[in-house]
Structures are given as C-alpha cells and as structure tokens.
C-alpha cells in the first residue's frame, strides 16, 4: 500500500533502477573527495609489440585472432601452443625473444651455415683456378701443335742469346723458325731452300733488313753445341777456296792461302750482320762450311723481347 498523495511505483521499472530520495547514508556509503584520477591505460595487446595483428584481424593462415583465452591456435594442441608461444596463457614476447637455449642453438647453428657456405666457396676457387690452369695449358699445346704443323720444326720458337744479328735482331728477341725446305723460293741454292746473301743481292731477296736468308744451325752438325742463327753468305763446293770468293774485310786474320780456307766438303758460308769476321774465319766457330744437313731451319718471323722469359727457365 502507498501512502495517499504519492506515486505508486511503476511495476515495469527494476526496483534497482529506481532513483533514491534518500541522501547519504554515512554508514554505507562513502565520498571520495580525491581528484579523479584517469583510468589506466588499458595493456598493449602482446600481439602489437610481436608483429603479430590483434583484434578480430586475421593471421596469415585467415585464423581470427580473438580466440577465447586458454583455446590453442588450430591444428595444434594446447601443449604445443604453449610451448611454441602462441597459446593465450603464454607470457607475451618481444619480437625476436627467445630462451637462452633457443637464441644459442640459432646462432649455433647460423654459425655452421655460415661456414659451411665459406667451405663450399673456397672448394668453388680452386676449381676454377684448376680449370684455369688446365685451360691455359691446353691452349699452349695447342698454339704449340699449331706453330709445328706450320712450320715442321721443333721447338717452333727460339729466342736469341746474343747480339750478333744486331741491329736486325736483338738479344732477347724470339724468332719463329721454319723448315728450310717448306715453301722454296725460286732463288734457293739447289735442293736446300736457302738463298745466300749473294744471290739475294742479284734477285733482290732478302729478310731481316739484309740480303739473303737467316738460318739456324748446329755448329759441326753437334746437338750438344748451342745452335747459331747468322745469315747464310754463299755457297761453296768441296776443294774450293772459299776465302777467294770472300769479301776480304771479313777474313779476319786469315790469308786465302791458308789451309783452312780449302773448303773440306760443301756448304754455306755465315756470318752474323753484327759481326766482322765470317764464322768460319773465327776459331772453333763453325767446323767449316756448314752442310745443309746441320741447318735446323730459317727465321720467318720475329718478336721483340719475348724470348726474355725463355731464356729465364
């Protein structure tokens, strides 16, 4: 019942909802008269600090993110949740965070990475250097392979020792060598394909900056006696007198009545464009005219101090 003169209560109101005339009850209630402080913040979602999206964002496998606490992520068990990081009752990490163990067992095994690729890089160096070398090599048999089947002599090259050949040849120089009998000219004296500085001078034949042909040969027809390249001079046959047909300048200390100017058997005589004595007017020098079987070859070609580095081994 309701006392006449007020208002019955709305039946439809919560009665907990009800405005209060009362004032303050001292006994119950209390007035805190500290300023109003503002609320905390609300803690960083760990998610935020990891990378990893909040909220109802999905992960990069379309899961939702706001999953009840305590539920693992799906396809994994609470256990491996938890273990892994992911499960909601995991402490929250920084990004890149791990045991102690973890951190050590990366760098560990980065490590072994890491040496493994230094390993096969060094094996990749000495390969090519391998292949290198064995390319260089074979490119050098087969200029070598080449320059003989040109010119039918072995060694192609010689290098010269001396300055005798000055100023047409130096020391140092490398001279590519052929057959005598390889490409003959007309002017050649008989069978040997050599044409003497004599007829060169009637024919106008020459190489290296003088009449006449350059030949390489062994003194006295001996392979044990270092090779001489002069230039071929003229041509002698056996019981001739050959310092009768030289030039008197180049004798040297010989008269044409000497024995030693009665030629012994046929053959060339030579001289070095440098020199002022013929080679068989010089002691030990030639063992006489030289016999077409001691020539090795003759100079076709010359290059300038490349026969340096075959003088060196």
């Known amino acids: 019942m309701t006392a006449p003169g007020e208002d019955e209560p709305d039946p439809d109101v ?33 998610g935020q600090e990891s990378g990893v999206p909040s909220g109802d964002q999905e992960s990069p496998r379309g899961e939702p993110r706001d999953r009840p606490a305590g539920e693992p992520q799906a396809g994994k068990s609470a ?8 499960g909601r009752g995991d402490a929250p990490r920084r990004a890149g965070a791990g045991t ?14 890491d040496q493994g690729h230094r ?3 060094e094996g990749d160096d000495w390969t090519l250097v391998v292949r290198d070398v064995a390319v260089t090599v074979l490119a050098v048999m087969l200029v070598g392979a080449y320059l003989f089947a040109i010119s039918g002599v072995w060694p192609p090259m010689v290098a010269i020792e001396s300055g005798s050949m000055e100023p047409n040849m130096a020391e140092n120089d490398m001279v590519f060598v052929m057959d005598e009998r390889r490409f003959q000219p007309a002017a050649a004296t008989g069978d040997t394909g ?39 001079m003229f041509w002698v046959e056996e019981g001739e007198n050959w310092c009768e047909q030289a030039n008197p300048a ?46 090795i070859g003759t100079a076709e070609l010359r290059l300038p101090k490349l026969g340096w580095f075959r003088l060196q081994f």
């Open 100 to 113: 102690g163990g973890d951190y050590q067992a990366r760098a560990r095994s980065g490590t072994v990475r």
């Open 250 to 295: 180049y004798l040297g200390t010989l008269d044409p009545g000497d024995e030693t100017c009665e030629a012994d058997h046929a053959g060339f005589i030579t001289k070095g464009d440098a020199n002022s004595n013929y080679d068989q007017a010089s002691i030990g020098r030639a063992g006489g005219p030289v016999r077409p079987e001691w020539i």
């Open 14 to 46: 919560d009665p907990d909802d009800r405005p209060s005339d009362d004032g303050p009850h001292p006994e119950t209630d209390r007035i805190d008269s500290s300023p109003t402080e503002p609320p905390d913040p609300a803690p960083a979602d760990p």
């Open 119 to 121: 390993t096969e890089d």
């Open 194 to 232: 050599v044409v003497t500085a004599r007829t060169g001078d009637g024919t106008g034949y020459g190489e290296f900056g003088n009449s006449g042909d350059v030949i390489i040969y062994e003194p006295g027809g001996s392979e044990a006696q270092t090779p001489i390249i002069h230039r071929a």
């Open 79 to 86: 256990d491996e949740g938890y273990r892994s990081g992911t």
